[in-house]
Every structure is written in structure tokens, then in C-alpha cells.
């Protein structure tokens, strides 16, 4: 094959380089469109298949979980002031079916405004006084602010710790960013 002027040439990424990146980000695409439900994967093995480890945290469900099966969130996150949040919930099928739904309303109405979203990421970001949140632009007034973040600690998403600082509780941290994942079309 010959080599395309300006890539090989110049200690940039070779034809096999790119077209290996080529070939990794398909992979990455098709797994997130089969998890989606949107396009049918060929099974491993095939030709144009994902790679047979692709989803080891499902298999490692079906293996513990038989049918009806279950649900699992699990994260490792290491937030930018350096606080990490391992964690890891799951509930049977059965049980997450039975339950009353209705209980959790409160919990999931906190995450239904965009500036109590918006509060939440600059939180996770480092941001933790409502001085800080309130000079954002956008945020509206310091009572707004305000409004917002006593929503947020009674639903459970922020807690106030010494100084006036809030944190989403380290045990909060990955069910959200899962929420925001599952949101994500």
C-alpha cells in the first residue's frame, strides 16, 4: 500500500496505525449501538465481530444472576480534587419489579432541572460553596442557588459538610454519573 503524503512521512500515524484506530473506534460505536438495542452485533468469532471480552461485566452478571436476572451499577472514579468513589449496587429483577416506584419520585425530581444538574457536575468539579455556584453564569440569584441546593441534600445528591462546602456523598457519586450515562442517547 503507499504511504499518503503528509502522514508516514512526517512522524505522524501510519496507514496500519490509523486504520487501527479506525478499526477500535467501530468497535467502541457498534457495542454502545448493540447496548442501545440499535444494530444487530455479529456473534464473536464472526467475521466483523466485537471482541469477545467487550462485555465481561454482563457475562460476569448472567454467571451470578440466572433468569429473571438482575441490575448492577458499578463504578471507579477518581474526581479532579482527588476523592475516589468505588462502588458497586445491584438488585435482582423480581425485586426491582415488585417495588414501589413511586417512592423514589422525590429523588429523581431533584435531577429533573437543568441548574440543579448544572450544580451537581461543578460540585463533582471542585466548586462546593453556594458563593462559589452562585458567580457561575446562568445559575441565577443566591437564593435560587440556594433553592436548588436544599433540594439536592434532601433528595440526597449533596451533603454539607464543614464550612458551608457541599459534596455529592461518595456513595451518590457513581449512581449519578450512571443516571447521567443511562440519559445519554
Known amino acids: 500500500m503507499a504511504e499518503e503524503e503528509g502522514w508516514d512521512s512526517g512522524g505522524g500515524p501510519t496507514v496500519e496505525e490509523r486504520l487501527s484506530a479506525v478499526e477500535e473506534a467501530l468497535a467502541g460505536l457498534l457495542a454502545a449501538q448493540k447496548r442501545r438495542?440499535?444494530?444487530?452485533?455479529?456473534?464473536?468469532?464472526?467475521?466483523g465481530a466485537v471482541p469477545a471480552d467487550?462485555?465481561?461485566?454482563?457475562?460476569?452478571?448472567?454467571?451470578?444472576?440466572?433468569?429473571?436476572?438482575?441490575?448492577?451499577?458499578?463504578?471507579?472514579?477518581?474526581?479532579?480534587?482527588g476523592r475516589t468513589a468505588g462502588w458497586q449496587l445491584g438488585a435482582g429483577t423480581d425485586d426491582l419489579l415488585a417495588d414501589e416506584w413511586e417512592a423514589l419520585a422525590d429523588v429523581f425530581a431533584a435531577l429533573g432541572h437543568p441548574v440543579r444538574l448544572?450544580?451537581?457536575?461543578?460540585?463533582?468539579?471542585g466548586r462546593g460553596t453556594a458563593r462559589e455556584l452562585a458567580e457561575l453564569e446562568g445559575m441565577g440569584t443566591t437564593g435560587q442557588v440556594y433553592h436548588h441546593l436544599r433540594q439536592l441534600v434532601t433528595a440526597g445528591w449533596l451533603r454539607v459538610r464543614d464550612g458551608g462546602h457541599h459534596e455529592v456523598p461518595a456513595e451518590r457519586v457513581v449512581p449519578l454519573l450512571t443516571a447521567i450515562v443511562?440519559?445519554?442517547r
Open 37 to 47: 438495542g440499535r444494530v444487530n452485533v455479529p456473534e464473536p468469532g464472526a467475521e
Open 54 to 81: 467487550l462485555f465481561w461485566a454482563l457475562e460476569g452478571l448472567r454467571e451470578r444472576e440466572p433468569a429473571p436476572g438482575a441490575v448492577m451499577i458499578v463504578g471507579d472514579v477518581t474526581l479532579p480534587d
Open 118 to 125: 448544572r450544580l451537581l457536575r461543578e460540585v463533582l468539579r
Open 182 to 184: 443511562g440519559g445519554r
